[in-house]
């Protein structure tokens, strides 16, 4: 028994195990952030990051003006702070101040999301068009570990935080 049943590439897609971040961005006169799961690390030397972000994002257009981004990987007392940074545009509102969220300015004026396990600052390398998302690469260029948290995760359309 392979324990495997035929299902959509969609839904099979929902069964991959992804960390929660909240992708930051400051383009010299506002900041932004939004949720994305599809975040990972694909190099050590140099350490270099992945992030999936659709074209439709407002963070999206910011980020075509910066050089940098932030990735603040999010603890399981962090769900507000995901739902409402990856159900809101930052085209009509300060995602930050609306939260009351200070953030944690790090290098070349990137804001990060305080209280999270890790924060990290990249400088934009390369983007892909894939589908219907761009698949951007970033150098890490300033890491800082937060809280000793557990970290959140989404699977299967739900926060879990094994
Ligand atoms: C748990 C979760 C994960 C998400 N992951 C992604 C992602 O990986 N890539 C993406 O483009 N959008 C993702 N989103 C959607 C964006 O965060 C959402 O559209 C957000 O409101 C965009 O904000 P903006 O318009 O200010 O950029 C996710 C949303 C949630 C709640």
Redesign the pocket.
């Known amino acids: 028994m392979s324990g495997f049943k035929p299902l959509s590439p969609g839904s099979a897609l929902g069964h991959i195990s992804h960390p ?1 971040a909240i992708i930051t961005v400051n383009d010299g006169k506002n900041f ?8 990972t690390q694909i190099s050590i030397k140099p350490p270099i990051m992945c ?4 074209p ?5 257009a910011m980020l075509e003006n910066v050089e940098y981004f932030g990735v603040s990987m999010l603890g399981k007392d962090q769900e507000e702070e ?2 409402f ?7 009509k509102m300060d ?1 930050f101040k609306h939260m009351a969220i200070e953030p944690f300015m790090a290098a070349h004026g990137v804001p990060l999301i305080p209280g999270s396990v890790a924060g990290f600052v990249c400088r934009k390398t390369h983007q892909v068009e894939q589908g219907d ?1 761009y698949a951007l690469f970033g150098e890490v260029v300033e890491a800082w570990k937060g809280t000793d948290n557990v970290p959140l995760n ?1 699977f299967r359309s739900k ?1 879990r935080t094994w």
Request: aromatic share 16%; glycine share 10%; no cysteine.
């Open positions: 929660v932004n952030g939004m949720t994305a799961a599809w975040v992030v999936s972000i659709s439709k994002r407002h963070t999206w995901s739902n940074f990856g159900s809101k545009s930052g085209r995602k998302h989404f926060y």
